[in-house]
């Protein structure tokens, strides 16, 4: 499809799209590539079997779940023995954070514009080494997180901080290749939630200089399932879960106890070539169309305040947009809206409850979240204005 997007080429490649549902609730989980239903199908019904045995058919369910195991590493240019697979990334950060090692008395930062799964684990690792927490937070309007917000935080005794990519809720991307530098600084270590990031962008761990980086492939066009990657040396503070007598080299072997879902593993290579052929240039460039379609209305209307950047630029923010209207309650918004379409959004913090509750300062409804990717269509979100139009005050 090259750098001229093909909407409708695209949305051919996802079988869900074709029924009556607009979906615009993607940040939650977006629609399954065609390719990956297919492969699943294929590989239960074909090659189910144990991994590692000598026999054919085992040796042909181990190659596919390898070839999985060292695409996913490709695309986000780790090493194959740099990722772990599991079935969320809540479950990856609560697996580490049961595996990091710390001194009682350290000190870990943790941000509040974050989906709880970057929070909740670190809370609790915190509790059980009896480390000191301290949190970053940047106040409204600019709920941004960025290194000079995050250096009065730090010092020698700081030994993690864990943030987000983007946040779930707010859509602005964050500068990680710079405050993962600031973190090092002090010589501690970048945990980053890339959940939000994953859909719309390539990841390239090394370029960023992280850590630890987690993404979920549920939202990246696969199937249920979610990523954690772990550079070779912030391995040397992991602490492997496995039993005592497995091997204990790749990250795989420390923190995927009884392995990965093979039959999900194995899509990896269909996800990773369909992302190649469409480009993430295009993607962007298609994205940021959408964004800037629903950006100006939202943005024109008095009543309406946007939560986070309001700026229409895909290389400010990615087309996650979440706003509140004056007087008006978000879930009884959105449901007027549902009653009269067929678009598919969301209300709520969307389990980013410390960000909504704490620093946005909302009702507990919070906000009106549209969350696009990018096989939603120009047609779509004007078709969004119109309805509402309809519901607003
Ligand atoms: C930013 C962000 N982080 C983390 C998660 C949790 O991901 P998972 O369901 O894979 O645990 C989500 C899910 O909505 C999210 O949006």
Not at 22 to 28: E, H, K, Q
Not at 111 to 122: A, D, G, L
Not at 225 to 232: C, G, K, R
Request: hydrophobic residues 40%.
């Amino acid at each position: 499809m090259g750098a001229t997007f093909d909407a409708a080429k695209a949305r051919e490649r996802f079988p869900a799209l074709k029924q009556d549902q607009v979906f615009l609730d993607n940040a939650g989980g977006s629609q399954t590539l065609g390719d990956v239903i297919d492969s699943i199908t294929q590989y239960l019904l074909k090659t189910n079997v144990q991994l590692g045995a000598t026999y054919s058919t085992a040796q042909q369910s181990t190659n596919k779940y390898g070839d999985g195991y060292q695409a996913a590493a490709k695309y986000i240019n780790a090493g194959r023995d740099e990722i772990v697979i599991g079935s969320s990334t809540t479950q990856l950060f609560t697996n580490l954070s049961s595996a990091l090692k710390f001194q009682e008395g350290d000190e870990i930062v943790l941000s509040k514009m974050e989906h709880e799964t970057n929070i909740n684990p670190w809370l609790k690792l915190a509790e059980r080494l009896k480390l000191t927490i301290k949190w970053w937070v940047s106040e409204k309007p600019e709920l941004k997180l960025t290194p000079e917000n995050l250096k009065p935080l730090l010092s020698d005794k700081v030994k993690f901080v864990a943030c987000t990519h983007v946040s779930n809720v707010l859509g602005g991307i964050h500068d990680i290749k710079s405050i993962a530098e600031t973190v090092h600084s002090v010589g501690a270590l970048l945990c980053v939630d890339g959940v939000s990031f994953a859909p719309h962008r390539q990841i390239d761990v090394k370029a960023l200089g992280v850590d630890f980086y987690a993404f979920s492939w549920y939202k990246v066009y696969g199937p249920h399932m979610a990523m954690l990657y772990a550079s070779n040396a912030a391995q040397e503070h992991v602490k492997p879960l496995g039993h005592f007598f497995n091997p204990t080299e790749t990250l795989e072997e420390k923190l995927a106890l009884a392995g990965s879902n093979y039959e999900n593993v194995q899509t990896i290579p269909q996800i990773t070539s369909y992302l190649e052929s469409v480009g993430f240039d295009a993607i962007a460039a298609h994205e940021e169309r959408l964004q800037t379609v629903l950006l100006d209305f939202l943005n024109s209307r008095d009543d309406i305040t946007v939560w986070g950047p309001t700026s229409t630029d895909s290389t400010v923010r990615v087309p996650t947009i979440s706003f509140t209207v004056k007087g008006v309650n978000s879930r009884k918004f959105v449901e007027d809206a549902e009653k009269i379409s067929n678009y598919g959004f969301r209300w709520g913090h969307v389990y980013s409850k410390r960000l909504c509750d704490e620093v946005l300062g909302l009702e507990p409804e919070a906000v009106v979240r549209v969350s696009m990717v990018h096989y939603n269509t120009e047609e779509e979100i004007k078709g969004l204005i119109e309805v509402l139009k309809k519901v607003l005050p």
